[in-house]
């Protein structure tokens, strides 16, 4: 006994969801975009890592450096406001990257041997699973 059916609107449906798939810097551009903008959050106000780990306070004399100029109110990794306005997004065919064209950011981001690394860039779990729900949002509306 055989089947038989009209299969069009399986194959226009699969037609839509690789098309998606061949082009995803949009949806790419956007899941970079929102980590961009986790990370400026967490300089201006939340002074946490992506995992929610609170960053490590100012050693001594940074924080007397900072009072003394008058911007201590402004936390951890604001001083001037350069890091702030430094986020970039980078999509590539199959990935994207948030990144920051400030010298210093790698210092800050991975620590030294006399700086704690304060992490402002990357995923984290919650981020992982915002970006795994905006993608298969984007491809969803494919289908």
């Known amino acids: 006994m055989g089947f038989t059916g009209n299969f069009q609107q399986a194959k226009a449906m699969l037609a839509l969801l690789r098309a998606r798939l061949a082009y995803p810097q949009p949806i790419l551009n956007l ?14 106000s939340g002074k946490h890592d992506p995992d929610g780990v609170a960053w490590a ?8 450096s900072r009072q003394k100029k008058g911007n201590a109110e402004q936390g951890l990794l604001w001083d001037t406001g350069t890091l702030l ?3 970039r997004v980078q999509v590539g065919a ?3 990257l948030i990144g920051t064209e400030v010298e210093y950011g790698h210092w800050l981001q991975d620590g030294t041997q006399r700086m704690p690394a304060r992490r402002f860039l990357g995923w984290g779990a919650e981020g992982e699973k915002e970006a795994e729900k905006a ?5 969803q509306a494919g289908l």
């Open 94 to 96: 199959t990935d994207v």
């Open 31 to 44: 899941i970079g975009q929102a980590a961009a903008r986790r990370a400026e959050f967490e300089i201006r």
């Open 85 to 87: 306005g430094s986020m």
């Open 57 to 64: 306070p100012w050693a001594d004399g940074t924080s007397r």
């Open 135 to 139: 993608m298969i949002d984007y491809l």
